[in-house]
């Protein structure tokens, strides 16, 4: 994993407590906008709104799309920390201003509330949705 180790720590918290409780704690709260920003309150939102989804393929392959707020789908790669969006491409990879954009972080919070939405897609289906993303950004 290449989030920071306080990062993650922070993340494996929150799954402990939404296990134990159903709710995030004011102070993981805090420190989810402390470490993460701007992102961390609109990823939030994203997860209320049932927002993210898991795509499974038959061989186990596994993306993540989130329907963004204003409406457009983006393909997230958690494995990798990659989101197709424009924020993650300008904020995190040419500025270093963020870790993660929110859909990413939106994805990791989902994972550790439960809160994903499931697909299962067939091979050539998973494979069309990564081509439609290539030809986006080409």
Known sequence: STLPA??????????????????????????????FGPSAVPALDLVDQRSVTRVRSPSG???????????????????????????FGFSVLQKSES???KHILAVYLSQAMGACQELAVSEEQLTNILLAEEEDEG
């Not at 922070?10 to 993981?28: C, G």
């Not at 596994?62 to 424009?86: A, I, N």
Request: proline share 3%; glycine share 4%; net charge neutral.
């Open 61 to 87: 392959r596994t993306l993540y799309q989130v329907l963004g707020s204003s409406g457009k789908l983006y393909t997230c790669y958690s494995s990798c920390h990659f989101c197709t969006c424009p924020a």
């Open 99 to 101: 870790l993660l954009c």
């Open 6 to 35: 306080v990062a993650e720590e922070l993340l494996r918290e929150i799954r402990k407590a939404f296990q134990e409780t159903s709710q995030v704690p004011d102070d993981l709260l805090l420190g989810l906008k402390f470490i």
